[in-house]
C-alpha cells in the first residue's frame, strides 16, 4: 500500500512539473509576458538595422508578446529603412509601430511597416523627400511606400504622396507639395490606428500593462560605431588620418602624426565593419593602396604605375566602405580636397619629407649634396632649377646641389631662383623673375 502513494505522488510531481515546464514555454501566464522596445533615435543607418535585429532576434527568443519600433528619427538612408522594414515584415512577433516625437523619410517607411501604428500627441509623419529628386528615385520609393501600407491595410495612395510631391488625394494634398500628417490626421485618415499620450498609455491599450519591458540598447562598440559612420565625422576622421600619415612622412622618426592617421583611420574603418557594412577585405585593399605608395616615394623613382594603381586601391577601398554609391561620392571627393589643402600647409611650414631625401638626388660623389643645418651664408644666393619646384625640388648653387622648397607656387627647371631663408635644414626659394616683378 506504501509502494503504490510512494509511485502515486511520483507521478502527480511528474505530471505538474511537465504542466509547469510547458505553460512556461508557451508564455501563457500573466508572469511571463514580455514587450520588447526597439528605440529608433536619430539617424537611419546601418546601425540601426543591427540594432533592429538585434532586438527581433531577442524578442523571438524570448517569445516576447509583442514588438514596439519606437520612433523619434527625421530620416536617413533608405536602404537602411527598407532593411528595417523588411526585418518588421519577417518576424512573426506582433509588432507595433509608435512615432514618439517623428517618422519622417525613412523613418515613415519604417511606421507604415508595423501591424499597429500608434502615434504620441503631437507627433507626425511623412515627408518622405528623396535626395537627390530625381524621377527614378522617386518612383522606387513611392512604390515602397505604396506597397508596404498596402500590406498592413492602409491607403496606399496617401502613403505614396509623401514621396512624390505631384500626386494629388482629393480633399487631403495638393499637387506639389508632399503629404505630411499630425497624429491626428493620420487616425482620421486610417493611416495610424491609434493616438496615446505616452508609452504607458499605448501598453494599457494594447492589454500588456502588466507584462515587462525590455528595452534593446546598443553596445559601446555599436555606439561607436553610430558615430563614426555619421558622414561628418567620417570625412574628419578621413581627412585627420591622410594628413597624420603624411606629417609623419614629412617628420624624422615615429611620433604624434603616424599615431594619429592611424588610430584615425582605425576608427572609420572599425566604425563601418561593425554595422556590417565593410569587410575587412577592404581594409587589406587599402593597406596594399598604403605600401604601394610607400615603394613609389622610398624605392622607385618617380611616380609611374606603382603609385597609380596604389591611389586606386585606395579610393576602390574607401569608395566600397561606405553603405551608399551616393555617401561614398560624397565624403571621399570633401576629404580628398581637405586633405590636399592641408598637404600644401604642411609642405609650407614643414618643408620636404625625409622620403625627399632618399628619392632625390644628393650623392656627393655626383655632385649633389645633403643640405647642411643652419646654412646661413646661403641666403642671398642664387641658383639654377634642375629638378621642378613642386613646390619641393633640386637647385644647383655654385655647383652644389641642394633641396629646396618654394613658397608653395610651381617652379618649372631652368628657371633663376633667388634663396631668401633657411630654417634648419629647410631651404627657401622665391623666382627671381617673380621678384623683380
Known sequence: MKRKIIFYNLFLGLVLL?????????GLASGFESVYRVPIDGDVGPGMVNLVEKGINEAEEARANAIIIELDTYGGLVDSGIRIRDLIFATETPTITYVENRAWSAGALIALAGEKLAMAEGSSI????????????????????????ERRGRDSKLAEAMVDSSLQV?????????????????????????????????????????????????????????IVTNPTISVFLLTLGFLGLFLEGITPGWGVGGTTGLVSLGLFFSGYIINGVASWGLIILFLVG????????????????????????????????????????????????????????????FGTSHFWNRISLQK??????????????????????ITPLRPTGTIEVAEEYLDVVSQGEFIESGREVK???????????????????
Not at 18 to 26: A, K, R, V
Not at 420 to 425: A, F, H, K, L
Open 126 to 149: 511623412g515627408a518622405a523627400e528623396t535626395r537627390p529628386r530625381e524621377e527614378k528615385y522617386i518612383s522606387a520609393l513611392r512604390k515602397e511606400f505604396g506597397a508596404t501600407a
Open 364 to 385: 656627393r660623389e655626383e655632385g649633389y649634396t645633403a643640405t647642411d643645418k643652419n646654412q646661413q651664408d646661403l641666403v642671398g644666393k642664387q641658383g639654377r632649377v
Open 18 to 26: 511537465i504542466g509547469l515546464t510547458w505553460t512556461s514555454s508557451l
Open 290 to 349: 598604403v605600401f604601394l605608395l610607400f615603394l613609389e616615394l622610398v624605392v622607385i623613382p618617380g611616380f609611374g604605375v606603382t603609385g597609380a594603381g596604389g591611389i586606386i586601391c585606395i579610393l576602390i577601398s574607401l569608395f566600397f566602405v561606405f553603405p551608399t554609391a551616393e555617401m561614398a561620392l560624397t565624403v571621399i571627393p570633401i576629404a580628398v580636397i581637405l586633405s590636399l589643402i592641408g598637404l600644401i600647409i604642411m609642405i609650407k611650414y
Open 170 to 226: 482629393p480633399g487631403v494634398i495638393e499637387a506639389d507639395k508632399l503629404l505630411s500628417f499630425s497624429a491626428s490626421e493620420a487616425v482620421d485618415n486610417q493611416v495610424a490606428d491609434l493616438v496615446v499620450a505616452d508609452q504607458h498609455q499605448l501598453l494599457e491599450k494594447l492589454a500588456l500593462e502588466e507584462a515587462r519591458l525590455v528595452t534593446v540598447t546598443p553596445t559601446s562598440a555599436e555606439r561607436l560605431a553610430g
Open 419 to 437: 634663396i631668401i631663408q633657411v630654417s634648419g635644414s629647410r631651404i627657401i626659394v622665391k623666382s627671381i623673375k617673380e621678384e623683380s616683378d
